[in-house]
């Protein structure tokens, strides 16, 4: 029995993909559109060659100062995406996802089984698998008993005030 469910569970399957040919203002119009940050690019045989992030598409002005404005020719997703692309395996679980969103600053990862995106796993669908973990039991050593441990006080929000 696994400790953690796996990511396939909380994955999103339904992916807004682009292609390393198109426009880049359409890519940008789909972002805006479906209020994502990002998304995979593949090649016409479906595999992955790269992601498109917000960030990527930042870069798009800032390389283009000269002109004092984004160039009007066409640039394609494939001048701009992150062609180093980080995956993750279908076969791995929300904690070997939310470690490696810890240590990479990633907010997304495309899910590849056998090589084939079948997904994508961001940090928020992590997040929503640990609102519905519980403890299985809550243990409290004999030692503490009765003087458990409080949250200390530089750590506690308005509402996570003990009253």
């Known amino acids: 029995m696994k400790l953690y469910p796996p990511i396939t569970d909380y994955m999103a399957t339904k992916l807004v993909t682009f292609l390393p040919d198109m426009d880049i203002r359409e890519a940008i119009d789909?972002?805006?559109k479906k209020k994502i940050s990002g998304a995979p690019v593949l090649d016409a045989s479906g595999q992955l060659i790269g992601m498109l992030s917000e960030a990527d598409c930042l870069r798009i002005?800032?390389?283009g100062p000269y002109n004092h404005e984004p160039s009007s020719a066409k640039i394609k997703v494939g001048d701009y995406m992150s062609g180093r692309v980080k995956h993750?395996?279908?076969s791995k679980t929300i904690l070997d996802a939310?470690?490696?969103f810890v240590h990479s600053g990633y907010k997304r990862l495309p899910v590849l089984e056998e090589g084939r995106l079948v997904g994508q796993v961001s940090r928020v669908?992590?997040?929503r698998a640990i609102q519905k973990m519980t403890p299985a039991v809550k243990h409290i050593p004999d030692s503490w008993r009765g003087r458990e441990p409080a949250m200390p006080t530089y750590k506690q929000t308005f509402y996570g005030k003990n009253s």
């Open 125 to 127: 669908d992590i997040l």
């Open 30 to 32: 789909i972002l805006l």
């Open 61 to 63: 002005l800032i390389e």
């Open 98 to 100: 939310a470690y490696e």
């Open 88 to 90: 993750i395996e279908s």
